[in-house]
């Protein structure tokens, strides 16, 4: 199944286009705040990176949180513009999971590890999941949720934990809980290669979302004032 993802949850932004678990290509933009202004131009670049066209794409993969409210509102809107235009099913697709994939398919944690993926929330809160290398594949621990950098290491079970991505300034309690061992480099940074291929599973097993009722997922309560995804999906693509 060919597979169209896009992940706007972090600074950067990115889509990747993959096929029956391969990646065919992957276009990332690290400007901050560029996502509305990037994001339909990646989208036409990375088709055209993998040699196809937007009919060709089976199916639409979009991280859904947690993460920064306007930068998944941005590629929601644009997931659920192409959906409708197009008429192919869109998965929704955990921030979180995704990264956690991503640490997986470079074969961290081992066998019956923890691995804690985090990424930064706002006020020196972290969104946090806990997963556990079972049989090959991640097991939840914990829910996903926001919490204190002290909190957080304050309910961490005693084993040996590796832990993934985009934590800014947060890294530093990591360290010096001496026993949390950080991931360095691309790994670490959210991906839309990921959420493409857990989107392509996902809707592989026939799973699918209703396209008026998907929001982010946003952990913390959503600052009022902001457009829904849907109303900023009609403004990008007005329907005829």
Not at 59 to 85: H, M, Q
Request: include cysteine; proline fraction near 4%; charged fraction near 25%.
């Amino acid at each position: 199944m060919t597979v169209l993802g896009i992940e706007t949850a972090t600074v950067g932004c990115s889509t990747a286009v993959v096929m029956n678990g391969r990646v065919l290509a992957e276009s990332m933009s690290d400007r901050p705040r560029a996502h509305a202004e990037r994001l339909l131009a990646q989208v036409d670049e990375v088709i055209t990176k993998a040699g196809l066209k937007i009919p060709d794409v089976e199916g639409l993969a979009v991280s859904i949180g947690p993460g920064s409210f306007t930068g998944l509102r941005i590629g929601l809107s644009v997931a659920k513009g192409l959906a409708w235009s197009t008429g192919k099913r869109l998965a929704g697709v955990s921030t979180l999971k995704a990264l956690a994939r991503k640490a997986r398919d470079t074969g961290e944690p081992g066998e019956g590890s923890l691995l804690l993926t985090v990424i930064d929330s706002r006020k020196g809160e972290v969104y946090c999941r806990l997963d556990r290398m079972i049989h090959g594949g991640l097991v939840a621990e914990w829910d996903e949720r926001s919490v204190s950098i002290e909190r957080l290491l304050s309910e961490l079970p005693s084993d040996p934990i590796v832990a993934t991505g985009e934590t800014g300034q947060l890294r530093d309690g990591f360290i010096r809980s001496g026993r949390i061992r950080i991931l360095e480099g691309d790994v670490i940074r959210c991906s839309a290669r990921t959420v493409a291929l857990e989107g392509e599973a996902a809707l592989v097993h026939g799973e699918r979302v209703d396209l008026r009722t998907l929001e982010p997922t946003y952990i913390k309560e959503f600052e009022p004032g902001k457009k829904p995804a849907e109303q900023m999906s009609k403004e990008i693509f007005p329907q005829s």
